[in-house]
């Protein structure tokens, strides 16, 4: 028997089990010492956390298939400029980035991410302001396009994105 576990003594679930903090992944098994119930119960919880983790990336990653396959008309014509290294530097369209977002253009190499802010983005300022200072805190600089701009002048949105650039 494993020293500090004695027999037929329950452990609380999440008690002395260490998590991977990015996703919440578990690192260590669950303790020898408890009864054979409370390890499967122990079990069966760190499982059932891992599977919703690795689902919610699934998830994200589908979500961001599928918007990869219909751009809006704003977004294709951005695409058309900074593909191919057009600035300087490679871009990737609607990239997963941390446990929840996925961005319109994301240049890896100097970690910017590039927003291109239609309708709904009007609509949803606040919840964009949270976004970009949960992506800053991830480490990444963030600069938002308007979609009318992208359309009408697109000489202006790559203008703003060189300058995100340095």
Same mark, same amino acid.
Not at 7 to 34: C, D, F, H, K, Q
Not at 38 to 63: C, D, F, G, V
Not at 82 to 96: D, M
Not at 107 to 130: F, N
């Given at each position: 028997?494993?020293?500090? !576990?004695?027999?037929?003594?329950? &452990?609380? @679930? ?6 991977? #903090?990015?996703?919440?992944? +578990?690192?260590?098994? @669950?303790?020898? /010492? ?10 069966? $919880? ?19 298939? #599928?918007? $990869?396959? %219909?751009?809006?008309?704003? *977004?294709?014509? &951005?695409?058309?400029? &900074? ?17 929840? !977002?996925?961005?319109? !253009?994301?240049?890896? #190499?100097? /970690? $910017? =991410? =590039? *927003?291109?802010?239609?309708? +709904? ?5 606040? @919840? ?14 963030? +600069?938002? =396009?308007?979609?009318? $701009? ?9 203008? %703003?994105?060189?300058?995100? &650039?340095?």
């Amino acid at each position: 028997m494993r020293p500090g !576990f004695a027999r037929g003594r329950t &452990l609380r @679930a999440g008690a002395g089990i260490e998590r991977n #903090s990015r996703r919440g992944a +578990v690192t260590e098994p @669950a303790p020898r /010492g408890l009864r054979p119930a409370a390890r499967r119960a122990l079990e069966a $919880l760190m499982r059932s956390r891992n599977q919703r983790t690795l689902s919610r990336q699934n998830q994200l990653t589908e979500r961001a298939r #599928s918007m $990869l396959h %219909a751009p809006t008309a704003s *977004e294709a014509a &951005l695409w058309l400029a &900074l593909r191919g290294g057009a600035l300087g530097v490679a871009f990737k369209r609607q990239v997963p980035l941390g446990e929840r !977002f996925i961005a319109d !253009f994301f240049a890896p #190499s100097v /970690g $910017l =991410v =590039v *927003e291109v802010d239609g309708g +709904v983005h009007r609509e949803s300022r606040r @919840a964009d302001r949270r976004r970009d200072e949960r992506l800053r805190r991830l480490g990444y600089r963030v +600069v938002r =396009v308007d979609a009318a $701009l992208v359309l009408r002048d697109p000489e202006r949105a790559l203008a %703003a994105i060189r300058t995100a &650039l340095g």
